[in-house]
């Protein structure tokens, strides 16, 4: 076996180097655990869609002291921090979906 048919089997790294967090999350994925809350902000948009990825960010991920999630959530535009408001409840969901329990407790909205 030649060094090219070598080369052509292993996976092309990455130009820049990445977080821990981003790479056990690749590698965890592919087993189906979710490695952390960070993992949520990575997922975003796969998580909540498109229609709400489009105009928010994940800023922070805190937890609290009953071990569930405050989630400050940042507008792209302030022009849609109202729409934003008003999809609170649709993001808990969502979320509480993705971790499979009541995780969320508190989503802040700053501008």
Known sequence: ?????K?????I????????????????????IRASDADLSENWANVIGNEIANISKVVAIKKTRDSRL???LRPVSPAFALELSY???ECKQKIN???GYD???KITIRK
């Open 1 to 5: 076996m030649s060094n090219q048919d």
């Open 7 to 11: 080369k052509s089997n292993l996976i």
């Open 13 to 32: 790294r990455k130009s820049r180097p990445q977080t821990l967090a981003a790479s056990f999350g690749g590698l965890l994925d592919t087993f189906g």
């Open 70 to 72: 405050n989630i400050v």
């Open 87 to 89: 999809k609170v409840d």
């Open 97 to 99: 979906k993705y971790y």
């Open 103 to 105: 995780a969320v407790s």
